[in-house]
């Protein structure tokens, strides 16, 4: 079955130390990946996606991920943590054929940094 | 920005009644999914709908429906609500064959 895990119900970083959300994924083929980050009482919002190419994706507000294809990870990156920073953040991904175009999502992290 | 609207945004029913939530797609989208995200968990895929019909559906019971718009809008519809339908209900947008979803702020769900 094709399935998203996040390893970790919650990461704790302080201000300014760099953080890391663990994802992998269990989806064949050569999918599309996305990073969602959702504060409360919001929809989700794009933080960036892997499609093909370069496996260091850069996104928004300083973030980036790794793609690793070898162990079926993308994890989410920043190098210097912001309490702003503080969310949910969600893995995606979205397998390819089989005309799929739907998203499947990890259970999701909660990252907290202390000021 | 013509973003994803959701409405609306909370809403209380009982149980046993049914339920319509709408979502109007961002401007330039032709292709309308509805999740579900219930307390705690990740999104789950409940159906998607292209060119006024469903494409895709996930692993929920037809109580669950349906329908998009010729102007691409779409609503949900819940039939006989039960008390674990309470959830937060998100659309995203996206092109058919594109690689970018939008999603809305979402419509909270309570079932008493």
């Known amino acids: 079955a094709q399935s998203v895990a996040q390893p970790e119900d919650q990461v704790n970083v302080a201000e300014g130390n760099p953080l890391t959300v663990k994802c992998t994924y269990s989806?064949?083929?050569?999918?599309?990946l996305f990073w969602y980050v959702q504060y409360p009482n919001r929809g989700l919002q794009f933080l960036l996606k892997?499609?093909?190419?370069?496996?260091l994706v850069k996104g928004s507000y300083g973030f980036e991920a790794e793609f690793n294809k070898s162990q079926t990870s993308f994890h989410l990156k920043k190098p210097s943590a912001l309490v702003s920073d503080s969310a949910l953040y969600f893995c995606?991904?979205?397998?390819?054929?089989?005309?799929?175009?739907?998203?499947?999502f990890g259970a999701g992290t909660r990252l907290a940094v202390h000021p | 920005d013509a973003g994803v609207t959701q409405s609306p945004t909370h809403l209380i029913k009982t149980r046993g009644q049914q339920v319509t939530l709408r979502c109007s797609p961002k401007?330039?989208?032709?292709?309308v999914s509805w999740y579900q995200q219930a307390l705690g968990q990740g999104p789950q895929f409940i159906f998607q709908?292209?060119?006024?019909?469903?494409?895709q559906r996930g692993n929920f019971p037809d109580r669950f429906s349906g329908h998009q718009f010729p102007n691409y809008s779409s609503e949900l519809n819940v039939n006989a609500l039960l008390l674990g339908d309470s959830a937060l209900y998100l659309c995203?947008?996206?092109?058919?064959?594109?690689?970018?979803?939008?999603f809305g702020s979402g419509t909270r769900l309570t079932v008493v």
């Open positions: 995203a947008s996206s092109l058919v064959a594109g690689a970018g979803y939008t």
């Open positions: 989806v064949s083929g050569n999918p599309y």
């Open positions: 892997y499609i093909t190419g370069d496996n």
């Open positions: 995606a991904v979205r397998p390819l054929g089989g005309g799929y175009n739907k998203l499947i």
């Open positions: 401007s330039g989208h032709d292709t």
């Open positions: 709908y292209y060119e006024e019909e469903e494409r």
